[in-house]
């Protein structure tokens, strides 16, 4: 029985082979999905009890947020701006000066971003100022971060708010990058349109 294994076993792994062989390959090209971008457009938030308004995408919805919260936030200012079209949302984040230390505040954003430099490669800082007096700064993390923009913002008084934007998808810096720095435009756009009440 072993000579015949022995003798047969070529052939067999042969007749395999060349069976195994038959199909048709198509090799998969190597890319990434093409996205088609919505037109930069923007209306105004301006909600009744809110302490600041600003300008976001018609593409985009606003919506309390409530996670870890259940149903009620620990704020009620704060909410996400969610783009269902792109699988991202930017977390709003609200504090009132008065109650909360400003410095404590502007170091735990920078706490926040820097977490994130264990997978970055580069965060670049740069510093806000608009026309309609509000100040901060602006963050972009490189990298596969899970998460490439950050702000916040304030009038160093009475109010104080972080954005973060965050995708439903893998951090892959390379396939990300192009909705990351589209919707980078629309969260500049955000910033330069805020007022506080």
Known sequence: MKTFVIKYLP????????????STYTPK??????????????????QAGYPYTFEYPVYANIVKDTTFFEDKPENPYWINIEFPRLNGKIYISYKEVGKNDLN?????????TYKHSTRATEIVDSTIRTKNGVSGVFFSVGGNAATAKQFF???SV??????????DASPDADSI???NNFVEEDMKHLINTFRWK
């Not at 067999?12 to 195994?20: C, M, W, Y």
């Not at 009475?158 to 995708?167: D, P, S």
């Open 11 to 22: 052939l067999v792994v042969l007749f395999v082979s060349v069976i195994a062989c038959n």
């Open 104 to 112: 404590k505040l502007v170091n735990d954003a920078f706490n926040m």
């Open 158 to 167: 009475k109010h104080f708010l972080r954005g973060a934007l965050y995708f």
């Open 177 to 179: 990058s192009v909705v």
């Open 153 to 155: 913002v304030t009038d």
């Open 29 to 46: 090209r190597k890319g990434y999905f093409k996205i088609d971008f919505p037109k930069h457009e923007y209306k105004v938030f301006d």
